[in-house]
């Protein structure tokens, strides 16, 4: 019972790893998109 035990841990792990990534990512693409566009709005004469 150990083994499975182990692995449900092992998967809820790496899932909750894989959540914050993928949150981590889109809250940084979401952060460059918006500076990018305020750093090209800046840009213009």
Request: net charge positive.
């Amino acid at each position: 019972m150990a083994p499975s035990l182990l692995a449900r841990l092992l998967h809820l792990a790496a899932f909750c790893h894989l959540c914050s990534l993928l949150a981590a990512w889109r809250r940084n693409s979401t952060e460059t998109s918006v500076l990018t566009q305020r750093s090209n709005g800046s840009k213009k004469p």
